[in-house]
């Protein structure tokens, strides 16, 4: 708070400005701090790697599993009967229960339908499930 002398009455009133000079002192000085360390702060490690003599691992079919309209089954486009789910998906995935299955369905399955399916997934060990949708034009 500061205080100003009114000439007529020569006594001290409380003005009620706010003074914000320290504040843009402050401010000043926090931004050529954050100038200066900016800069500092990014990670740079020149590495200079080894080469590999292997060739690189060819990219991996997905596995797709749709269920139909009339609740039909089938891996990568292949029909399959739901007793049949887990060892099929086992030899598209060649036994590896990491591998994620992309689940599309159409969209009439009642979602307790496909809970089901996710539900034979589950026992079959397969838990990385994506679910793939129909991407629409802005």
């Not at 000079?21 to 931004?31: G, K, N, Q, S």
């Not at 797709?64 to 292949?78: D, E, H, I, P, T």
């Not at 995935?93 to 369905?105: E, K, S, V, W």
Request: hydrophobic residues 50%; glycine residues 2%.
């Amino acid at each position: 708070m500061a205080f100003e002398f009114r000439r007529n009455y020569d006594e001290l009133i409380a003005s009620h400005d706010i003074n914000v000079t320290p504040f843009i002192d402050v401010m000043l000085v926090l931004l050529v701090i954050f100038m200066v360390a900016a800069p500092l702060a990014v990670v740079h490690m020149p590495l200079d790697l080894p080469a590999s003599h292997t060739a690189p691992s060819p990219p991996t079919e997905p596995v797709v599993l749709s269920v139909q309209r009339n609740l039909q089954l089938a891996v990568n486009n292949m029909p399959v009967a739901r007793p049949q789910l887990a060892a099929s998906l086992s030899r598209v995935t060649h036994g590896d229960p990491n591998t994620r299955i992309y689940l599309r369905a159409d969209q009439s399955v009642r979602y307790g339908d496909l809970i089901g399916v996710m539900d034979l997934l589950r026992t079959a060990g397969y838990l990385k499930v994506a679910l793939v949708s129909r991407q629409v034009p802005p």
